[in-house]
DNA sequence: TCTGGGGTCCTAGGACCC
DNA sequence: TCTGGGGTCCTAGGACCC
């Protein structure tokens, strides 16, 4: 916690939903709702004139549609929020160098960087009225909630305090008085099972928080969290605000209007979805090392299935290749709701760099040998020889695509590269050691 | 036809290494 | 032969956030 008032939480109001009426006049006044539109759509954000019917973030479309028939059902513009997310934190970077964004329409600011001549309330004050004037400019009308504190914890409690359209300065040296009357959800992590656990201790309030022991919190909770209730029931918090976090994985899902039962259908879902986690991973610069597949049942219960690679891809085919295997492994009889692929333990740097780095052993083939019981210059044949183990750099595989080194392996994957005709040296591509498409040169 | 999509962080257990 | 602990990596699941 800091002497001063200086760590500011801005938050946009109803951001999707103001979006949508700043756009389209018509809605103006009306209640809208973003969100998704089919059968099992929930809703993302509702506009403040829809919450007067008690429609909230994520609800169920369907049940936002009993409560507030006559509301505009809108699927949203992602281009759109975007863009306008970039003009909000320009004017914030435009203030200090130090800007967290943790959402499109939420940051924090550091306003200890901010080049003020002092940190007093009166002067943090002034400062915040005028970000929330320029965010309301360069919007084109939409509101921000702003809270100032001494820290993140207190910044972002501060600015919830008074939507929307608020801003709330708490003075340092009230910060107890402010938070202790209130409900422990209001603490960024607790949710509904914390709630819930809480409550069962007796605990409600953050006062009552207070009284509890980290021994008896980490015991209720777990370490982690309940070292940081512990601390934040006391108002004590010295995160710093870092911007440029790093991307730590990419994924995307969907979840279909009914249930999937098809085993050739999820594999073409599995695969597409991969190919555009590769493409988000090659537009960003990224690759990752380890692919996840997400199965969520008819009955909501939720699998996940992943694989670790011994080096980073951002290849579509491998990712595709190593999310089919992993479904391949798992019983979705009764039917499935949501597919996902994602990839994570991302390195900033790209395939090509580390196998050109690797490669200067090898002379460039001039062409790729057949792939089917092609003869090689000693006379040898492929042969099926199952899965085992693959030594990186001896072995010489028969796999999908044609023949290639062994490049690497280690906890049931093997990674190959392919010797091709057209750019030597070859792709690099993973496989699951077991796949039945593999086989070893001898 | 209750219950999205894109993320982050944590936990717990097992493998493996020293 | 029996018995260690610590650290790291990996996997699966869960809580939470916007």
């Known amino acids: 916690m800091r002497p ?27 209640p809208v709702v973003v969100g998704g539109t089919g059968g099992r759509g929930v809703v993302s954000t509702a506009s403040y004139e829809a919450r007067a019917y008690g429609v909230r973030s994520a609800m169920s479309t369907r049940e936002a549609r009993a409560r507030c028939p006559h509301a505009a059902y809108l699927s949203g513009r992602f281009e759109a929020y975007r863009s306008t997310s970039a003009a909000v934190m320009a004017v914030l970077r435009d203030c200090s160098p130090l800007v967290e964004p943790l959402s499109l329409d939420e940051a924090f600011v550091d306003l200890a ?29 939409l509101t921000a909630s702003v809270g100032v504190a001494s820290s993140k914890f207190l910044a972002k409690i501060a600015s919830d305090l008074r939507k929307p359209d608020g801003l709330v300065v708490i003075e340092p040296g009230t910060e107890l008085d402010l938070l202790r009357p209130l409900h422990v959800s209001v603490i960024p992590g607790v949710g509904p099972a914390t709630v819930e656990r809480l409550r069962r201790a007796g605990v409600h309030t953050v006062a009552e928080l207070e009284r509890v022991s980290q021994e008896e919190l980490v015991r209720l909770v777990g370490k982690a969290q309940g070292q940081a209730l512990f601390h934040l029931a006391r108002a004590e918090d010295d995160r710093a605000v870092v911007p440029d976090r790093e991307t730590k994985s990419v994924s995307v899902e969907g979840t279909y209007e009914t249930d999937l039962t098809d085993r050739q259908q999820m594999s073409a879902i599995v695969t597409r979805q991969a190919n555009e986690v590769a493409k988000r991973l090659r537009a960003s610069g990224l690759s990752g090392r380890t692919v996840t597949i997400k199965v969520r049942l008819y009955d909501f219960t939720t699998l996940s299935r ?13 990712v595709a290749r190593l999310a089919r295997t992993l479904l391949e492994d798992l019983d979705t009889s009764g039917g499935v709701r949501l597919l996902g692929v994602g990839v994570s333990g991302l390195a900033d740097w790209i395939q090509e760099d580390l196998f050109a780095a690797g490669s200067e052993a090898e002379a460039p083939e001039e062409s790729a040998p057949d792939v089917e019981d092609e003869p090689d210059q000693a006379g040898a044949r492929w042969r099926d020889t199952g899965p085992q183990s693959w030594a990186p750099g001896m072995d010489v595989v028969h796999a999908e695509h044609g023949r290639g080194w062994v490049w690497g392996s280690g906890r049931g994957v093997v ?12 792709p690099v591509r993973s496989f699951r050691a077991d796949d039945p498409s593999l086989s070893r040169w001898q």
Request: aromatic share 4%.
């Open 4 to 30: 001063h008032a200086s760590v500011l939480h801005l938050d946009l109001d109803a951001f999707f939903a103001a979006v949508e009426q700043r756009d389209k006049p018509s809605l103006r006044g009306k």
């Open 113 to 141: 960087e901010a080049g003020l001549p002092d940190l007093e309330v009166s002067t943090v004050t002034a400062l915040a009225e005028e970000l929330r004037a320029r965010v309301r400019e360069v919007t084109g009308g």
């Open 306 to 318: 992943s694989s670790t690679l011994p080096a980073p891809t951002d290849d579509p085919a491998t």
């Open 415 to 426: 990674t190959v590269r392919f010797e091709t005709a057209e750019t030597p040296p070859g």
